[in-house]
DNA sequence: CTGAAAGCGCTAACAC
DNA sequence: GTGTTAGCGCTTTCAG
């Protein structure tokens, strides 16, 4: 850099001034320091930039090492993060943090090396997110803990696209529905999309006054197959399903082609929070309300990098709807009722 | 670390050498480092560190906005890929740069921030690698150039996957074998797997005496269905089909269903580098070789780094096979021989 | 084994 | 508008 301003015949602050805009620079100068640093193959160094200025342009993205396991919805959103950072001129570092090593967190956000951090699987009650709090980091969350009013988010709205679910369902006359959460454990823990959809859709199908059961369910295509067994036995009655467990649904579907009956014409299966990719695997393909995760992944770094570089008020909180896409596994009510319960184990 | 030294009594120069060991520090002499570290609640500042040291201790992970669309297959790699680097200490930052940016890519390695690249969806002719090359950045594929004598790399082993998958179906007795590349569009662009697949199979095939074909197929279940109708007519006494196309081998299934014909009783698929957690949504469960791409990530950064810390020769070159799961697509070839062609339309 | 001091490459007061 | 200069927080010669 002092080879540069030396050779455009300025000092070395007129060069920085020119390279981040922190002042204005004569024009002609300006043109003559480009010049020099094009000549000199120059590159400002990002560590020293850092160093001197406080602000290393760079955000991480913590993401946990899931229970579920992580899926094609996971890495779109990491996609559009990594993006959205690059076209703002950051860089997105990537942090594997189990949810409960408040430890680690400490040490990496101390280090200096991110200016701040988005966060992704935050549950109801989330110790991170205190430690954010408590040390100053500034953070955006992909979900939302309990106690959110004074924090930024992007989260999907579980409520109203479970009572979407729900809706679409009795619109097609179900009258007794089924849900199948993610497993226990995560709605033990107090992870919120299980929470606020196992809430949202026992109030929907209240209101509707449909007759509902709601299940957890782990996150495995066996299981799904046991559960549906289980709740078909139990609900005769049964003919429509949501399900908010993308490797359950599998199970259910597989299930159900045992069991000798058909999708959609004996039984409607709506996937929620399930991405594109996945529910066309399925046979038939699974109709779903498909999570936002590019979007959800630009406005989480979005909104950092916006309050981070000063450009925003404190707060941005969103709340994201799930699209549907209607596919082939729903459709109206069987017109004779649910098919009775025999034959339902596999031969 | 300046207040440091002198709560413990030391120069600030001990207390960097005891913080990284460059040097041997007394025993008692460290321990009232670490004493006053603690109680100062102290974090050494990795920017500095990197500026002053010359190495950032982050590591880049170069991966492109894939026209195929990212799955959970680049998602286990890239989670073990950061949880890889950082049991070495290292950071991971994360790169989405197309393929054929070479001015980006130029940018970003010369900022200094990073000390080396990981890269995926190398190409047989990867002009980025070129780059890398020309501008003595230490880098790790993952894939591997044609010209890649001299260079690390880990790679999944297609050519002998491929092999396996032939024989595995061959071995089932099929004596007509059809192969399912990716699109004709990364073949062409010199895409590593689709080129070395595509050959192992014609070989593979061809020493076995086995009658083959081999196709081309955009990523898609309607192009996978589309491409099944012309293969089930073309070669009426094809049994069992070979795809490395995860999204197309959903649209095989469905056209096989819609046929009237059942998997794996009339047609046998065998599933390439297709992820654990998609082969089981289909129906029947896909009988899959799976890529390892948790090994591969691990092995990438691992490598990667060892060549930064002096720890290794300058060379490592990995292959790793698939591993085959058997599941509920693949069987003997039917008694009598492929099931009449009529039918292939849906109703 | 320890200490003093010269930077690493840049930014941001502060003066002009 | 532009120039001077004191750091940012650490590493690493070099001398002891």
Same mark, same amino acid.
């Given at each position: 850099?002092?080879?540069?301003?030396?050779?455009?015949?300025?000092?070395?602050?007129?060069?920085?001034?020119?390279?981040?805009?922190?002042?204005?620079?004569?024009?002609?100068?300006?043109?003559?320091?480009?010049?020099?640093?094009?000549?000199?193959?120059?590159?400002?160094?990002?560590?020293?930039?850092?160093?001197?200025?406080?602000?290393?342009?760079?955000?991480?993205?913590?993401?946990?090492?899931?229970?579920?396991?992580?899926?094609?919805?996971?890495?779109?959103?990491?996609?559009?993060?990594?993006?959205?950072?690059?076209?703002?001129?950051?860089?997105? +570092?990537?942090?594997?943090?189990?949810?409960?090593?408040?430890?680690?967190?400490?040490?990496?956000?101390?280090?200096?090396?991110?200016?701040?951090?988005?966060?992704?699987?935050?549950?109801?009650?989330?110790?991170?997110?205190?430690?954010?709090?408590?040390?100053? +980091?500034?953070?955006?969350?992909?979900?939302?803990?309990?106690?959110?009013?004074?924090?930024?988010?992007? $989260?999907?709205?579980?409520?109203?696209?479970?009572? $979407?679910?729900?809706?679409?369902?009795?619109?097609?006359?179900?009258?007794?529905?089924?849900?199948?959460?993610?497993?226990?454990?995560?709605?033990?823990?107090?992870?919120?999309?299980?929470?606020?959809?196992?809430?949202?859709?026992?109030?929907?199908?209240?209101?509707?006054?449909?007759?509902?059961?709601?299940?957890?369910?782990?996150?495995?295509?066996?299981?799904?197959?046991?559960?549906?067994?289980?709740?078909?036995?139990?609900?005769?009655?049964?003919?429509?399903? +949501?399900?908010?467990?993308?490797?359950?649904?599998?199970?259910?579907?597989?299930?159900?082609?045992?069991?000798?009956?058909?999708?959609?014409?004996?039984?409607?299966?709506?996937?929620?929070?399930?991405?594109?990719?996945?529910?066309?695997?399925?046979?038939?393909?699974?109709?779903?309300?498909?999570?936002?995760?590019?979007?959800?992944?630009?406005?989480?770094?979005?909104?950092?990098?916006?309050?981070?570089?000063?450009?925003?008020?404190?707060?941005?909180?969103?709340?994201?709807?799930?699209?549907?896409?209607?596919?082939?596994? *729903?459709?109206?009510?069987?017109?004779?009722?649910?098919?009775?319960?025999?034959? *339902?184990?596999?031969?």
């Amino acid at each position: 850099m002092y080879d540069v301003a030396r050779r455009a015949g300025v000092a070395v602050s007129t060069v920085s001034y020119a390279l981040n805009g922190t002042r204005p620079v004569g024009k002609e100068t300006a043109a003559r320091i480009r010049r020099a640093m094009d000549e000199l193959d120059y590159r400002p160094n990002a560590l020293a930039r850092g160093l001197a200025s406080k602000r290393s342009r760079n955000i991480a993205l913590i993401f946990p090492a899931l229970e579920r396991g992580l899926g094609i919805t996971e890495m779109e959103f990491v996609s559009s993060a990594a993006e959205t950072a690059s076209e703002n001129g950051y860089h997105l +570092v990537l942090w594997s943090t189990p949810v409960d090593d408040t430890e680690l967190l400490t040490r990496l956000t101390r280090d200096g090396l991110v200016d701040g951090v988005v966060i992704m699987e935050v549950h109801l009650a989330d110790e991170r997110i205190d430690l954010l709090r408590r040390t100053g +980091v500034p953070f955006c969350m992909i979900g939302r803990t309990a106690d959110c009013a004074d924090d930024s988010y992007a $989260d999907i709205d579980f409520e109203q696209t479970t009572r $979407d679910a729900v809706r679409h369902l009795a619109g097609l006359g179900h009258t007794t529905i089924g849900f199948v959460n993610h497993s226990q454990r995560s709605f033990d823990a107090g992870y919120g999309p299980s929470v606020r959809a196992a809430e949202s859709f026992a109030r929907t199908a209240e209101e509707l006054g449909v007759r509902q059961v709601s299940r957890c369910c782990a996150d495995s295509p066996a299981a799904g197959r046991r559960l549906w067994r289980e709740l078909v036995e139990r609900e005769p009655d049964l003919t429509g399903l +949501v399900v908010m467990n993308e490797r359950a649904s599998a199970g259910v579907l597989a299930a159900i082609a045992e069991q000798g009956a058909r999708v959609p014409e004996d039984y409607s299966i709506l996937s929620v929070a399930s991405s594109e990719r996945v529910a066309e695997m399925t046979y038939p393909p699974l109709t779903t309300f498909h999570p936002p995760s590019a979007e959800l992944g630009r406005l989480g770094v979005q909104t950092l990098i916006d309050s981070l570089d000063g450009r925003s008020g404190p707060l941005v909180q969103k709340l994201l709807p799930c699209k549907l896409v209607v596919r082939e596994s *729903t459709g109206p009510r069987p017109a004779g009722g649910a098919r009775p319960p025999i034959g *339902t184990e596999a031969p």
